[in-house]
């Protein structure tokens, strides 16, 4: 599967064998009729919640259906009992203070089925505030015939003890309200509730329709329905108690008779799991880097295709997949499912397809993974409904185990050697790449399918795209707003059809930012806006800028007239910092005859590219020292060199050359021609983006030639330039042709002929 589930926590494994050790002990001694605290029914055993701080509280029942709150906390693998409720309750919502000194629940009355009886006017909702350190005093905040969901605010500071809590309350009846709730202690640590007969509340936001919470940044999205527009609003919520409206933004969506939906606010078992699945499908998605994606599916009944749309509001522009479900017959029984993982969505329908949304670079449909069809491996993960919670982590309900979900490096590794799709190849290659674990295996891997593939894609260059893709990768994670400047792919334009799949890509409104100071995750979506708005044509370099100063450098060299020495031994002392950066990174002594030698033609080429790059983002890259970028310029054309070294060690490593191949003394082998061709495709992808080469590159290919081409061809190579005369390659040549000792020409009467007339026909080009 694409996807890897990695059980973080487990209520089987994690909180059920203490429970149940907890009933042995009871039951020696002498514990009957089910004592309290013993777990009988194992069903009840439930995840209730997931705080900022990843505690886990979860709920079960004894025999006789008195109701326990637990809390599993992830730091130190221990349980703690919270509090007891000697009723059957069923649980609507719960959540606890970060010092554990405060629990907030809602309940209704339990029963049979598990669910609330919306028709029974005895089903209130009671939400409780219960001072739990100790267990003491009870308050009662609501009693009301409407469902109330209970949320603690946890600061972003939590190194000493709060003297005022926040709980946000959520009403079925559409409006959110925030109590602030004084505590102080008495009798050494006891914590009680002060003013407790009247708690200060705010209004946070009414007459809306749909709610989430994203746990882990505090913020609160919401929609209300404004003259028949929808729109979708964020809250965020400070450490200094204060909240505040961050943006407006339109959705082209219709939730005018979708009912009342909340997305994180704890785990909603009173839901009736059939009309869930047939429920429509939204949720909000941001990472680091400043994205903000709506991922929206509406009701689906029936048919042979499904829809879904993606909000890219972080790049101006909405896509619409429709994907086809196969045979006509095809049945539907659970809606789409929605996950994030951080630079990619992951759009999955149990049974018909699993895709990978591209969130970071949406512009091109290639780089985004769609796997559909009857694909055993697309029916891999749970059918329950999975909830997508920040940090890239995914509860399952009906388990009750929380995963962190990961892209599958090995099973996209199989798939990149496996599918016969261009578009899957380059959507797999990028997926891979972005992976950033063990970066070293996966660039092996990747080149050694390229050694084995070289011709197989033709919609795109392998090499072009590895260099270009595994360079970028290397480089952004570690300064934002890099994306921007830097290549991510080969590929402009991609017009190829994906199997399966229809898209429909429309301009969006922006959001409408409703503050003027921004920082962290709001400075960098600001920024992605901006760039929306303002940065056209796009910012990404482009090498080919250095072209004409390259070329005018050349012929000032052969024509012997050159501008200020200093100028140009800038350039080559830019050139030696990249090829020193890039060797002190080298963990092996490496096989080919590489950087032996001068070669100021790409030394030229390397030296202007650290110029013109480190230029480009001094003039874009705000607030970033100098220092920095001038060594993430250096870091990014040393990986760029290290990437071509690498593919063509893989090669000479494949084919066991030695140094000897340098050598005039006999025809070049299979395995000589193989590198041949392998250096003459590398030499094709980088002459089109006019990147530079490793310092000998163009020597040793063109001693390949001379060994493995006819002479004709050989001369045809020169003549359309895939084959360089450099100073070195003339010389051996030369050296070998004028040698005294004719053996080193071997003992072939047919190759000392054919290397004597090569010698002379290369001399008459020069």
């Avoid at 080298?586 to 100021?600: G, K, M, V, W, Y």
């Amino acid at each position: 599967m694409a996807l890897r589930l990695v059980a973080d926590f487990d209520l089987q494994k994690d909180v059920l064998p203490g429970l149940l050790a907890q009933r042995a002990v009871l039951a020696v001694a002498g514990a009957r009729g089910g004592g309290v605290g013993i777990l009988e029914n194992y069903d009840s055993l439930r995840v209730q919640n997931i705080e900022r701080n990843g505690n886990i509280i979860y709920t079960y029942k004894d025999d006789k259906g008195n109701l326990f709150f637990g809390l599993y906390d992830r730091q130190t693998r221990q349980n703690e009992h919270l509090y007891t409720f000697e009723t059957d309750f069923q649980v609507v919502s719960c959540s606890v203070n970060s010092e554990r000194t405060l629990l907030a629940v809602s309940l209704v009355q339990a029963t049979k089925e598990g669910r609330r009886n919306e028709h029974q006017p005895e089903s209130k909702c009671l939400t409780l505030l219960v001072e739990i350190h100790p267990i003491n005093n009870v308050k009662v905040l609501k009693a009301v015939d409407s469902c109330i969901w209970a949320q603690f605010l946890y600061p972003h500071v939590e190194s000493h003890p709060l003297s005022e809590n926040h709980l946000l309350l959520i009403s079925e009846e559409k409006y959110i309200e925030q109590f602030h709730i004084q505590v102080t202690q008495e009798d050494g640590d006891k914590v009680v509730i002060k003013n407790s007969g009247h708690l200060p509340r705010d209004r946070v936001a009414e007459d809306f329709v749909w709610a989430q919470w994203d746990m882990l940044e505090q913020r609160l999205y919401y929609i209300d329905l404004k003259n028949s527009r929808t729109i979708l609003k964020c809250i965020q919520f400070n450490a200094d108690e204060n909240f505040t409206l961050m943006f407006e933004a339109s959705l082209d969506i219709s939730l005018k008779d979708s009912g009342f939906k909340l997305v994180n606010f704890g785990c909603d078992y009173l839901q009736d799991p059939e009309k869930f699945s047939k429920h429509l499908s939204l949720c909000v998605f941001t990472n680091k880097t400043g994205s903000l994606c709506v991922c929206y599916s509406p009701k689906f009944d029936s048919g042979e295709q499904i829809t879904y749309s993606v909000f890219y509001f972080h790049k101006g522009h909405s896509k619409t997949f429709t994907a086809a479900l196969g045979s006509a017959d095809s049945h539907v029984t659970k809606g789409i499912t929605f996950l994030n993982l951080d630079c990619y969505v992951a759009v999955y329908l149990p049974g018909h397809f699993f895709h990978l949304l591209n969130i970071q670079h949406p512009d091109l449909i290639c780089h985004s993974l769609f796997l559909t069809g009857k694909n055993e491996m697309i029916d891999m993960l749970p059918h329950s409904p999975l909830q997508s919670l920040s940090g890239s982590m995914v509860l399952d309900w009906n388990s009750g185990k929380l995963y962190r979900a990961l892209l599958n490096q090995s099973y996209l590794l199989q798939l990149l050697w496996n599918t016969p799709l261009d578009c899957e190849r380059m959507a797999v290659l990028h997926c891979v790449l972005s992976c950033g674990r063990d970066s070293r295996f996966l660039e092996a891997q990747i080149i050694q399918w390229i050694s084995e593939n070289i011709s197989a894609c033709h919609s795109f260059d392998l090499i072009q795209e590895f260099i270009i893709a595994s360079s970028y990768w290397s480089i952004c994670p570690e300064t934002s707003n890099v994306d921007k400047l830097l290549p991510y792919s080969s590929v402009l334009t991609w017009n190829t059809e994906i199997p399966g799949i229809t898209l429909v890509t429309e301009e969006i409104a922006l959001p409408l930012m409703k503050v003027h100071s921004f920082k962290g995750y709001w400075e960098k979506l600001n920024y992605n806006l901006e760039y929306v708005k303002y940065a056209k044509p796009h910012l990404h370099y482009n090498n080919s800028v250095i072209r004409k100063e390259w070329n005018n450098l050349i012929s000032e060299e052969k024509t012997g007239k050159r501008r200020s020495t200093a100028y140009v031994r800038n350039i080559l002392d830019n050139a030696m910092k990249v090829i020193f950066n890039l060797e002190a990174r080298s963990l092996e002594p490496r096989l080919t005859p590489l950087f032996q030698e001068e070669d100021n033609h790409q030394r030229l080429l390397v030296g202007l590219m650290v110029s013109e790059l480190k230029d480009h983002l001094l003039r874009h890259l705000q607030g970033v020292e100098k220092k920095k970028i001038e060594q993430m310029v250096l870091d990014y054309i040393s990986k760029l060199l290290d990437l071509i070294c690498c593919i063509l060690e893989a090669s000479w490593r494949k084919h066991n050359l030695h140094p000897w191949v340098l050598h005039f003394d006999r025809r070049g082998s299979a395995a000589e021609f193989a590198v041949f061709h392998l250096m003459t495709r590398i030499l094709e992808a980088t002459n089109s983006l006019f990147l530079p080469l490793p310092p000998g590159f163009h020597t040793l290919h063109m001693v390949l030639g001379v060994h493995c081409l006819p002479l004709h061809n050989l001369l045809h190579y020169i003549d359309n330039g895939v084959l360089l005369l450099t100073e070195t390659a003339v010389t051996r040549l030369v050296k070998a042709y004028w040698s005294e000792d004719q053996s080193t020409l071997g003992s072939s009467y047919e190759f000392q002929y054919y290397f004597t007339e090569s010698c002379e026909a290369i001399a008459s080009e020069l």
